[in-house]
């Protein structure tokens, strides 16, 4: 049965709705004045990672309805298999780490230097599994391990995430994991964030080539999600045993960098006042001049 486009505008703005009311909720804590200045650092990081999930639910949301109508464009280039992964694990780490979590990241065998794909949707995906299993974690391990897997005698890279405690529905599974999926806007298979991100995953990995799998956690009591990937062409590409994934220089990959802009003059242009203000602080921050219209 069809979802009905006001019971999935009330779903959307539900989900909105909830991340709303926690930032209002966390900002009001901010103005008592009883809180100590850690306690304010504290609700100032919950906010921040409040709307950060509900940027990224809104973004799955967005290119789910463009893959459904065709409109999500692939592009394959030569990339490198390890900035793909090392890139991705930095941001998740410092997430785990919220959660005192331990997220580690190795790698079995051997694997190409260069791969064929589009990098930027197999950030995506990975960070969607891992996101969602950090989201789900009591404690303990996630891991993540790249190695080379074969899918009806081709290559593949596979990228594997585990858990020991996460747990996901059965319905969440199914739409990581069917190969023609159902709708998550259909009724009654919407069943939140998860599923909207799981059913993304699903796609994505059938446009790169590939498929998503799972099996039970080897570390405890959770899941472990098995995305492979189409490398593309392997001719002539250095293997390399165990790529250095996890490095020391993965800590200095940090959120927002300030460039230098001095010299440089611009002018923001912007119906939304807020837009205007945040733009010309950050500008004026790289020291650059700045008038706002």
């Given at each position: 049965m069809a979802q009905e486009p006001q019971e999935f505008i009330s779903y959307l703005t539900h989900e909105v709705r909830t991340s709303l009311t926690q930032v209002l909720g966390y900002v009001e804590t901010i103005y008592d004045a009883n809180q100590t200045v850690r306690e304010r650092f504290k609700s100032l990081s919950r906010v921040k990672q409040i709307?950060?999930?509900a940027d990224l639910f809104l973004k799955d949301l967005e290119h789910l309805c463009l893959l459904e109508s065709g409109r999500l464009s692939i592009r394959?280039?030569?990339?490198?298999l390890e900035e793909i992964i090392s890139e991705t694990y930095a941001f998740l780490r410092a997430q785990a780490n919220r959660r005192e979590l331990s997220l580690e990241l190795m790698s079995e065998g051997e694997l190409p230097e260069t791969i064929l794909t589009d990098p930027l949707r197999v950030r995506q995906m990975l960070l969607n599994v891992v996101w969602s299993m950090i989201r789900r974690a009591e404690r303990g391990i996630i891991r993540i391990t790249a190695r080379m897997s074969e899918e009806n005698?081709?290559?593949?890279v596979e990228l594997k995430v585990d858990s020991a405690t996460s747990a996901f529905t059965k319905v969440e599974l199914e739409f990581l994991t069917q190969t023609d999926p159902q709708s998550p806007f259909d009724i009654p298979a919407m069943k939140g964030r998860v599923a909207i991100g799981f059913?993304?995953?699903?796609?994505?990995?059938?446009?790169?080539g590939g498929a998503v799998s799972f099996e039970n956690s080897s570390l405890g009591s959770g899941?472990?999600?098995k995305i492979t990937v189409d490398p593309g062409p392997l001719a002539?590409?250095?293997?390399r045993p165990n790529l250095a994934l996890d490095t020391n220089d993965?800590?200095?990959?940090?959120?927002?960098t300030i460039p230098n802009l001095e010299g440089f003059k611009f002018l923001v242009v912007d119906?939304?006042?807020?837009?205007?203000?945040l733009l010309k602080h950050f500008l004026t921050k790289a020291k650059a001049e700045v008038d706002v219209v």
């Amino acid at each position: 049965m069809a979802q009905e486009p006001q019971e999935f505008i009330s779903y959307l703005t539900h989900e909105v709705r909830t991340s709303l009311t926690q930032v209002l909720g966390y900002v009001e804590t901010i103005y008592d004045a009883n809180q100590t200045v850690r306690e304010r650092f504290k609700s100032l990081s919950r906010v921040k990672q409040i709307v950060g999930e509900a940027d990224l639910f809104l973004k799955d949301l967005e290119h789910l309805c463009l893959l459904e109508s065709g409109r999500l464009s692939i592009r394959s280039r030569r990339c490198r298999l390890e900035e793909i992964i090392s890139e991705t694990y930095a941001f998740l780490r410092a997430q785990a780490n919220r959660r005192e979590l331990s997220l580690e990241l190795m790698s079995e065998g051997e694997l190409p230097e260069t791969i064929l794909t589009d990098p930027l949707r197999v950030r995506q995906m990975l960070l969607n599994v891992v996101w969602s299993m950090i989201r789900r974690a009591e404690r303990g391990i996630i891991r993540i391990t790249a190695r080379m897997s074969e899918e009806n005698g081709a290559p593949k890279v596979e990228l594997k995430v585990d858990s020991a405690t996460s747990a996901f529905t059965k319905v969440e599974l199914e739409f990581l994991t069917q190969t023609d999926p159902q709708s998550p806007f259909d009724i009654p298979a919407m069943k939140g964030r998860v599923a909207i991100g799981f059913s993304l995953v699903n796609k994505l990995a059938h446009a790169l080539g590939g498929a998503v799998s799972f099996e039970n956690s080897s570390l405890g009591s959770g899941v472990a999600v098995k995305i492979t990937v189409d490398p593309g062409p392997l001719a002539g590409v250095v293997m390399r045993p165990n790529l250095a994934l996890d490095t020391n220089d993965l800590e200095s990959i940090r959120g927002l960098t300030i460039p230098n802009l001095e010299g440089f003059k611009f002018l923001v242009v912007d119906d939304d006042p807020d837009v205007g203000e945040l733009l010309k602080h950050f500008l004026t921050k790289a020291k650059a001049e700045v008038d706002v219209v």
